[in-house]
């Protein structure tokens, strides 16, 4: 196996583990505090056809090539969707806002690792 790309993909997971439990505290506190955020509009199907893309991806059993894996994570970390929804919650709640910020850009990190491990090895021009 490739040490590097097992070791960035390894590095990758634990820190989007980090990023989920943050986002379950998030939606925990708007649960319990509902009043403090005001209602915003989102694109829920966007969302669902988002989702479902990944979730075609987790129970393939087709086997993924390192380009394949490369784009799909930077496609995953470059998505819209995601920015949107961080963008949604800041607008709901300024003060919980600046939590999201911090998430944005450990997400930037994480794409332009990606991006910089697929140059290197030939996938993106």
């Known amino acids: 196996t490739d040490k590097k790309v097992a070791g960035l993909f390894y590095e990758l997971s634990l820190e989007e583990k980090s990023h989920a439990d943050l986002i379950d505290y998030e939606l925990r506190t708007i ?39 490369l784009k799909f994570g930077i496609e995953l970390e470059d998505n819209v969707l995601e920015y949107y929804y961080r963008t949604l919650i800041a607008e709901s709640n300024p003060e919980l806002g600046e939590l999201i910020k911090k998430l944005g850009s450990a997400e930037k990190d994480h794409s332009d690792k990606l991006k910089y491990l697929a140059q290197h090895r030939g996938f993106l021009a």
């Open 31 to 69: 649960k319990k505090n509902r009043s403090l955020f005001k209602d915003v509009e989102f694109d829920l199907e966007s969302l669902i056809q988002f989702l479902a893309k990944i979730e075609a991806h987790i129970i393939s059993e087709e086997p993924v090539s390192l380009d394949g894996a």
